[in-house]
């Protein structure tokens, strides 16, 4: 009886620790974020800069996951303004740690290059439009795709265009534009028929972008400007921004409002047109001006493409596991080109598609920067990637004392501009 029970009991606990090593291996999960049990899902991570998106991003991956049960996607919390910091710490600590997805743009780009892995085999890729992929392309290669762009040139007044009898798709000069101008300053109630804001992108990164954004050599004379082989005077494209900015220059309000009088002077139609982006979208609703208005690019030197940059994009960590930068490149397909996807791309996160045939915000300026993107008639923000650090500030000094008169020429102008980006260049 004794040897029965000895066994018995043996055999419970033999069947108990079997059972035991079965249940821990099958609720194991590896390091690569992958449950080895049958119903398993490959984890990946997402951290983006946005705070004001993070609610109603975090309802749509909740939706995502819901929709599919190979892929859990996690929203990580964000920090705002020491966002890139916060990556960076991360990275630097443990790259396979770090977010599978996360956001990143502008000159913040260059340090994380290391982190990023190529984008492959994605459907939202061969939907990008032409004027974007420099954004998320090096040496030829794509490492990000846009969540969104953003878009300037000059903001009109459709009731006072049509007062005046203007066609604004016949703006494609400054001589139309001139025109317009001087059509546009004998109408009663308006001040000026340009406004341009003094704050130092608005004042002088945003209008002199458009002087390199029409060269097609300005990667290789940016780098000549900024070893000091060629001045300003060298690039034909920007000694004819400048020639364009003499013309208009009477006709503008001389940088000296800020960009809440400025836009608020459009509203109330002292001014016909800003220099301005589809960013004062929220500030017109605010505002309720009592006319239609559009958008339209700067026509120097015969430009008839509006200046449209990335936001921000998504990047993929190329220390995430093979599986984890499939699964995240899937997500991102699902979010920017699916019906479901676009419909909250659109309609709730308000981003404009830097993507043809790809669903856009209602909004006026919204809908009609995606139209030029859609299109293919952009040029890019050169100032994202190629500007050097500190120009906003010295540029916009120069810019400020050419509407004050206290430049004589355009030779001054452009000895001036090369003497202070050649200083920041080396900095």
């Known amino acids: 009886m004794k040897k029965i029970l000895s066994l018995l009991i043996s055999t419970i606990l033999i069947a108990a620790l079997v059972t035991g090593c079965s249940s821990s291996n099958n609720s194991k999960t590896s390091q690569n974020g992958t449950s080895s049990g049958q119903n398993s899902k490959i984890t990946i991570t997402v951290m983006q800069s946005k705070t004001e998106i993070q609610s109603d991003l975090q309802t749509i991956i909740d939706d995502y996951n819901k929709s599919q049960d190979k892929v859990e996607v996690k929203l990580l919390g964000t920090s705002g303004d020491n966002f890139a910091t ?52 090096v040496d030829g290669k794509l490492y990000g795709l846009p969540s969104a762009v953003e878009g300037y040139g000059l903001i009109y007044n459709k009731n006072l265009f049509k007062e005046a009898n203007i066609d604004p798709a016949s703006i494609t000069s400054i001589d139309a534009l001139v025109n317009a101008c001087e059509k546009l300053s004998k109408l009663n109630g308006v001040v000026k028929p340009i406004a341009f804001a003094k704050e130092t992108y608005f004042s002088f990164i945003h209008p002199f972008n458009w002087a390199f954004a029409v060269d097609p050599n300005y990667k290789t004379d940016i780098e000549k400007l900024d070893k000091g082989q060629i001045t300003m005077k060298d690039i034909p494209s920007v000694v004819q921004w400048i020639k364009d900015m003499d013309r208009i220059k009477p006709y503008t309000n001389s940088a000296l409002d800020s960009y809440d009088d400025q836009v608020a002077g459009f509203a109330s139609g002292k001014y016909a047109m800003i220099h301005q982006g589809d960013w004062v979208q929220s500030v017109l609703d605010q505002d309720k001006p009592n006319f239609d208005y559009g958008i339209i690019p700067f026509p120097t030197g015969g430009n008839t493409k509006l200046a449209v940059g990335t936001a921000t994009a998504w990047r993929v960590n190329k220390y995430a596991t093979p599986e984890q930068q499939k699964a995240a490149i899937e997500f991102l397909d699902w979010l920017i080109t699916s019906d479901k996807g676009q419909e909250y791309s659109a309609d709730t996160l308000k981003f404009i598609p830097a993507y043809k045939g790809v669903k856009a915000p209602k909004a006026p300026l919204a809908a009609e920067v995606a139209q030029y993107v859609d299109k293919g008639q952009i040029i890019p923000w050169v100032y994202n990637n190629y500007f050097p650090n500190g120009i906003d500030v010295d540029g916009s000094n120069v810019i400020q004392k050419y509407y004050a008169g206290l430049i004589k020429n355009d030779d001054q102008f452009l000895s001036e501009l090369t003497n202070v980006w050649v200083q920041d260049a080396g900095k």
């Open 86 to 137: 916060v990556l960076q710490s991360q990275f630097s600590a443990s790259p396979e740690k770090a977010p599978t997805i996360f956001t990143i743009a502008g000159p913040d780009t260059p340090k994380f290059q290391p982190y990023m892995a190529e984008i492959k085999n994605s459907k939202a890729a061969e939907m990008l439009a032409d004027g974007v992929k420099d954004d998320v392309t």
